[in-house]
């Protein structure tokens, strides 16, 4: 059975930093594309990053680049979201999300959600004025 359980999610005041997790486990970690989505209320799920743990190189949505990192633990089939100068509009119920079809730079544009395999339950983040 496929797996993803986030954590991590919170109040934060703008600026500041937060950590997700995402720890997976039912699949070979190395064989799928492993992304963060998020959102909203009344918006589209969106991708934020993505990354195939196998080979490491992330991508991002241009909303985010430059301030959240994706990174992997791969002895832990885990994998991080490091979201930094944090901005009210970030506020959202962020998901990691597993897919093994669709490759990590497709699965950050827009109405990807639709085709992804699995998702976790979501963590919320909630960034303050």
């Known amino acids: 059975e496929v797996k993803l359980v986030e954590s991590g999610g919170g109040l934060v005041q703008a600026g500041g930093s937060l950590r997700l997790s995402c720890a997976t486990s039912?699949?070979?970690?190395?064989?799928?594309?492993i992304c963060w989505f998020r959102q909203a209320p009344g918006k589209e799920r969106e991708g934020v990053s993505c990354?195939?743990?196998?080979?490491?190189?992330?991508y991002y949505a241009d909303s985010v680049k430059g301030r959240f990192t994706i990174s992997s633990d791969n002895a832990k089939n885990t994998v991080y979201l490091q979201m930094s100068g944090l901005k009210p509009e970030d506020t959202a119920v962020y998901y990691c999300?597993?897919?093994?079809?669709?490759?990590?730079?497709?699965?950050?544009?827009?109405?990807?959600?639709?085709?992804?395999?699995?998702w976790g339950q979501g963590t919320l983040v909630t960034v303050s004025s």
């Open positions: 999300a597993a897919d093994s079809r669709i490759p990590a730079p497709l699965l950050v544009r827009p109405d990807s959600y639709r085709h992804v395999e699995f």
């Open positions: 039912g699949f070979t970690f190395d064989d799928y594309v």
């Open positions: 990354m195939n743990p196998g080979n490491r190189t992330p």
